[in-house]
């Protein structure tokens, strides 16, 4: 399985633990939606590290 697929299917439950905790009030909606902004900038990050490491090897 390639690297990013895995690392996509490690963060996927990532996502919907913040989801959760959002919505169940854990966490205010802010910080809930600043906290799923960077944690979708390291995904995309992340892939683009993989896609160039990829590309050059």
Request: hydrophobic content about 70%; aromatic content about 10%.
């Given at each position: 399985?390639?690297?990013?697929?895995?690392?996509?299917?490690?963060?996927?439950?990532?996502?919907?633990?913040?989801?959760?905790l959002t919505f169940a009030?854990?966490?205010?909606?802010?910080?809930?939606?600043?906290?799923?902004?960077?944690?979708?900038?390291?995904?995309?990050i992340l892939a683009v590290?993989?896609?160039?490491?990829?590309?050059?090897?």
């Open positions: 399985m390639p690297r990013l697929q895995v690392l996509i299917w490690f963060l996927l439950p990532l996502f919907g633990l913040l989801a959760l009030g854990w966490i205010s909606g802010a910080v809930g939606a600043v906290l799923f902004l960077a944690l979708a900038a390291l995904v995309l590290i993989a896609v160039r490491q990829r590309a050059t090897s």
